[in-house]
C-alpha cells in the first residue's frame, strides 16, 4: 500500500487541532487565576461592606440620638411644656378647650416640681384645695384657687389675661409727675409687661399718644394707663401686678388649667361702666 501524501486540508485540521489544543491549554491555567481572583476581590469587598454597615450603624444610633434630643428640645416650647400633653384629672376634670396662657394674679409658687405635667397631677391631687395651676420655666409651677378669664363676668376677683404675654406701652403717672403728660417728657415703654387693674378698654383710642391724653385729662385722677395696638387703651386711678420684662421669656405664654366648677357660667364681662 502506498502512503497517503498529506493533502491541504489535512494541513487545516492539524491548524484547528493546534488551535484547540492552545485554547485549552490556555483556559486551563486562566480559570483557576480567575477564580482566585474572584475569590479575593469578593472576600475584600464583603470585609469592605461590613466596614460600611459597622459604620453606618453607628452613624444611624448616633443620628437617632441626636434626632431624639433634638426632638425633646423642640417638642416642648419655651414655657416648658407641650399643651397636649397635660395629664387629665378624673377627679375634677379641667375645664375644657381651654389653656391658660396669659398671667393669673394671686396664684403661688410651689416648690420642687420642675414639670407643666408634674404641676398639673399634683393641683389634681389636691381637691379644692387647688382649681387653678400654672406653668413656666422661668416661674416654675403655680397654684391656686379659681379665676376668672378675660371678660367672664362671674366668679372671683382675680382673673387672668385671655391672651399670652404681650409688649405694651404704658407709664405711671402717679410715680413720674407731670413730665408723664408731656410728650417732650413721657417714657411710654416704661412699662412693656402688662398690668392689672386699669378696668375695661377706653373705646375710641387709637394710639399710646391718645391713651396717655386721655389719662392725663381725665377727671378721675388716672394714675396710670397702658395700650396695645391689638387691644386698645386701658388706664385708671393704678395698677398692679406688672409683668417683669428684663428676660424675654417672660413674653412667651404659660401652660394651664382650672377645674371646671358647676356653679358658675363662664360667661359675660367681667365688669360693666
Known amino acids: 500500500m502506498h502512503a497517503?501524501?498529506?493533502?491541504?486540508?489535512?494541513?487545516?485540521?492539524?491548524?484547528?487541532?493546534q488551535d484547540d489544543a492552545n485554547k485549552k491549554l490556555h483556559r486551563k491555567r486562566t480559570?483557576?487565576?480567575?477564580?482566585?481572583?474572584?475569590?479575593?476581590v469578593t472576600t475584600v469587598t464583603l470585609i469592605a461592606l461590613g466596614f460600611l454597615l459597622l459604620f453606618r450603624k453607628e452613624d444611624r444610633q448616633e443620628y437617632a440620638s441626636s434626632a431624639s434630643q433634638f426632638q425633646k428640645a423642640t417638642s416642648s416650647s419655651s414655657n416648658g411644656a407641650s399643651s397636649d400633653s397635660i395629664p387629665s384629672c378624673e377627679e375634677s376634670p379641667w375645664k375644657p378647650d381651654e389653656d391658660l396662657v396669659g398671667a393669673c394674679p394671686g396664684i403661688q409658687k410651689v416648690d420642687g416640681i420642675s414639670t407643666a405635667n408634674e404641676c398639673a397631677k399634683s393641683c389634681c391631687a389636691k381637691g379644692d384645695d387647688c382649681i387653678t395651676w400654672q406653668f413656666r420655666l422661668d416661674k416654675g409651677c403655680l397654684q391656686g384657687k379659681d379665676v376668672r378669664i378675660g371678660m367672664e363676668k362671674d366668679g372671683p376677683s382675680a382673673y387672668c389675661s385671655d391672651h399670652p404675654p404681650l409688649r405694651w406701652k404704658g407709664q405711671f403717672i402717679s410715680k413720674d409727675g407731670e413730665g408723664a403728660c408731656s410728650l417732650q417728657?413721657?417714657?411710654p415703654n416704661s412699662q412693656p409687661g402688662q398690668c392689672f387693674g386699669l378696668g375695661d378698654v377706653r373705646k375710641g383710642i387709637g394710639s399710646a399718644?391718645?391713651?396717655?391724653?386721655?389719662?392725663?385729662?381725665?377727671?378721675?385722677?388716672?394714675g396710670a394707663w397702658q395700650?396695645?395696638?391689638?387691644?386698645?387703651?386701658?388706664?385708671?386711678?393704678?395698677?398692679?401686678?406688672?409683668?417683669?420684662?428684663?428676660d424675654p421669656i417672660v413674653f412667651e405664654p404659660f401652660v394651664g388649667r382650672r377645674k371646671y366648677q358647676n356653679h358658675r357660667t363662664y360667661s359675660g364681662p367681667a365688669r360693666s361702666e
Open 31 to 40: 480559570i483557576p487565576y480567575s477564580k482566585g481572583t474572584v475569590a479575593i
Open 209 to 222: 399718644e391718645d391713651c396717655m391724653k386721655s389719662c392725663c385729662s381725665s377727671s378721675d385722677k388716672c
Open 227 to 246: 395700650f396695645h395696638s391689638s387691644l386698645g387703651c386701658f388706664y385708671g386711678k393704678s395698677m398692679f401686678s406688672c409683668q417683669a420684662s428684663d
Open 185 to 187: 417728657t413721657w417714657k
Open 4 to 17: 497517503r501524501c498529506p493533502s491541504k486540508d489535512d494541513d487545516a485540521n492539524n491548524v484547528i487541532s
